[in-house]
Every structure is written in structure tokens, then in C-alpha cells.
């Protein structure tokens, strides 16, 4: 049987569903044929290349010709999209990560850029119908899972969940209290779902210069060209000079920002899964975050809760999370076991047995 996998997105140094994919696939990089476009390269996947630049018509046109040239019985598309056609014979496996862009709630139908905003009608446009049509949906979560049945007819064993991981490094020397430092630490984006301006907002409420115990907030994961829009903002609530917002970091680096960050903050208004409370959970980082979509899955016991929608709310959950040493150490100690659940190990469990009933049919 010959399976093929879009890896456009999982070249180099990934995340989330980059990331997701290399979980997916380990030990059968070479085994399965990466797709891509001229010009792409990764050692770790046996590519082929063809076709368009541009992800849409390079997914909606390219990818299925390369899939019929290279014969292909299976195609693996791991980022929520997928052609809307493929050859005859061929099966489909979709990875769904998030509705989120089906949900005018999470964003009140924004977007920061014309690109954002031209996704979000991409997808709109393409994954209900490729969710109707592929032969197998993977989801991430099983919130991810319930949003797919409570939208599509999903017949009887079409859809599994197979959640995120992370590397096993994640779980290594988990940051102690003594190494911690006196700041916060959010892993966020500029989209609107991220709602980092009411996280800007909670955190002004309980942190201004000169005040006794003030900490600050280190911001990773937004664009570099939006940096300037949120400095004002937080200049505006009068923490300029507390808010750092860091350029692009390599892993190791964003691992040792975890384990040094006296609190994790996560504000989003919208998850599919939330990779980055399980990267604070593994790293000994208590965790305050939304009280919706997956992330009490994904935390379980181990994180304190707010309304995203509530800056009060935040402000006080955030504030009782920094002010209570003892509270912060019986958080980190449930969270790095919370995190375990997570395991690359455990995880190998249900990739397995995707791969074994894929092999059997």
C-alpha cells in the first residue's frame, strides 16, 4: 500500500500541527512519501515534489496530481484542509485540529490581515466538505471530536481521537521553584481567538511599576510586524515597560522560558486542543487559563480558570495564582502529573492502533 502525507507544514523546526504530523509519522518517514512544492526540502521525509507555490491551489490542484503520478492508495492530509478531489480509489485521512474558523463567537468574525482573513473563508469553504467525504477524521481532542458530530454526520467509525504530545525532552528536568524568576509567560498570536488584549488588560490589574511584587510578562508567538500594536496597547495600561514581546524562539530557548516563568497565562477564547498549557504543565509551570472549548480536558485538575470573556475574573485568578507560593507548588505538582497523560509513550498507543486498522482494510 503506498501512503502519501502533505508535509508542507511540518518541514524544519514545527509546531502545533506541524508537529502533530511528525507524531504521526515517526519511524515511517521513510516508509511514506512526503508531498511538497518545488523547491522544499526536509532530510527527515522522502519527498516528492510538483505543482503550485500557494498553499490553496497547490492543495487543490498539485497535491492530487502528485497523488495520481505517484499512484498513491492513501493520502494523509494533517492540517485540517484537503483537496476537494482526489483520484478514484484513493483514501482520504483528515486530521481536524479546530473548528474554530466555522465559529463567528471565537473571533466575532475578525481577522488581523487579509491573509488571516482569506483563510478563515478557505477553510469554511473546504473542510466541511472534506470532512463529508474523507474516509477517515482524526481529531486531536475529544472536544475537537464532539464539535465534528455535533456539526457533520459522522458515520460509525470514521473518527478517532489522537491527541497532541510533545517530544520527550519536554518531560525532562522540569523547571524548579528555585529556578523561578519573577514574570509571566504567555505563548499566544496576534488572531483575534487569542483574546491576548483582555490578557494585557488582567495582567495591568494586577501588576504596575514600582508596586511590591510586581512581575513581568514575556509574550511569544506574536508576529514580529503586530509587536508594535500590542506595546501600545499595553502602554495604554500603563505596562510598557513590563510587557517584553519576543521575537521568534527556538525550542530549547521557549523550553527554558516555561521553566523559569513563575505563571503560564492563557486567555484564548477558543482551542482545539492547546498545545501550549501542556508545554507549561510538562515544564512545572502553573497554569491560568480559559474555562472553555478543550482546555479543561487537557488540564484537568491541574490549572486555575477564568472566563475569558471576564478581564475581572482573569485579573483575580491570575493575581491569586501570583500571590500564593503554596498554591503555585501544589499547581505545578499536579500539572506535571496531568501532563504525563500526555506522554509521547502513552500517545504511541493510539497511533498504533491507527496504523494497524489503516494496514487492515
Known amino acids: 500500500m ?25 519511524g515511517r518517514e521513510q ?8 523547491g522544499e526540502r526536509d532530510e527527515q521525509f522522502r519527498l516528492e515534489a510538483g505543482g503550485f507555490q500557494a498553499y490553496p491551489l497547490w492543495e487543490q490542484f498539485s497535491l492530487p496530481a502528485l497523488t495520481r ?26 486530521v481536524v485540529h479546530d473548528l474554530i474558523f466555522l465559529d463567528e463567537a471565537a473571533d466575532g468574525g475578525q481577522a488581523v490581515s487579509w491573509y488571516q482573513r482569506a483563510g478563515r473563508l478557505y ?24 464539535s465534528i458530530r455535533e456539526r457533520f454526520e459522522i458515520r460509525p467509525g470514521r473518527i478517532r481521537v489522537i491527541p497532541n504530545t510533545l517530544s520527550a525532552d519536554w518531560y525532562e528536568s522540569p523547571g524548579a ?14 488572531a483575534p481567538h ?23 510578562l514575556k509574550v511569544a508567538g506574536v508576529s514580529p510586524r503586530h509587536h508594535a500594536r500590542f506595546q501600545e496597547l499595553a502602554r495604554h495600561f500603563g505596562i510598557g515597560g513590563l510587557v517584553e514581546f519576543l521575537p521568534r524562539v527556538e525550542e530549547a530557548e521557549l523550553m527554558r522560558l516555561y521553566r523559569e516563568a513563575s505563571v503560564f497565562l492563557f486567555p484564548s477564547l477558543s482551542e482545539g ?42 485579573a483575580g485568578a491570575l493575581h491569586s495564582a501570583l500571590t500564593d507560593e503554596a498554591l503555585r507548588q501544589e499547581m505545578s505538582r499536579l500539572g506535571l502529573e496531568q501532563a504525563r497523560k500526555y506522554h509521547p509513550a502513552l500517545v504511541a498507543g493510539p497511533i ?5 486498522d489503516l494496514n487492515e482494510e
Not at 516508509?31 to 512544492?37: H, Y
Open 177 to 190: 521553584t528555585a529556578q523561578r524568576r519573577p514574570y509571566v509567560l504567555t505563548v499566544s498570536g496576534e
Open 31 to 38: 516508509e511514506l512519501i512526503g508531498l511538497c512544492a518545488p
Open 273 to 314: 486542543f492547546g498545545i501550549p498549557v501542556l508545554e507549561a504543565m510538562a515544564s512545572g509551570t502553573p497554569v491560568v487559563t480559559s474555562q472553555c472549548t478543550s482546555l479543561p480536558e487537557v488540564c484537568g485538575s491541574a490549572a486555575m480558570y477564568f472566563n475569558p470573556r471576564s478581564v475581572e475574573d482573569m
Open 123 to 146: 477553510r469554511r469553504a473546504v473542510v466541511p466538505r472534506v470532512i463529508e467525504r474523507a474516509d477517515h477524521i482524526i481529531a486531536v481532542s475529544e472536544h475537537t471530536e464532539q
Open 194 to 216: 487569542k483574546n491576548l488584549a483582555a490578557g494585557l488588560q488582567a495582567f495591568a490589574r494586577c501588576n504596575q511599576p514600582g508596586r511590591p511584587g510586581c512581575h513581568e
Open 69 to 94: 503520478k505517484l499512484g498513491l492508495d492513501v493520502l494523509i492530509c494533517p492540517f485540517n484542509t484537503a483537496p476537494l478531489r482526489l483520484p478514484a480509489g484513493v483514501r482520504l485521512v483528515l
Open 2 to 26: 503506498r501512503i502519501g502525507f502533505d508535509g508542507r507544514l511540518a518541514m524544519g523546526q514545527a509546531r502545533g500541527m506541524g508537529r502533530f504530523l511528525r507524531s504521526l509519522i515517526a
Open 352 to 356: 498504533q492502533a491507527f496504523w494497524g
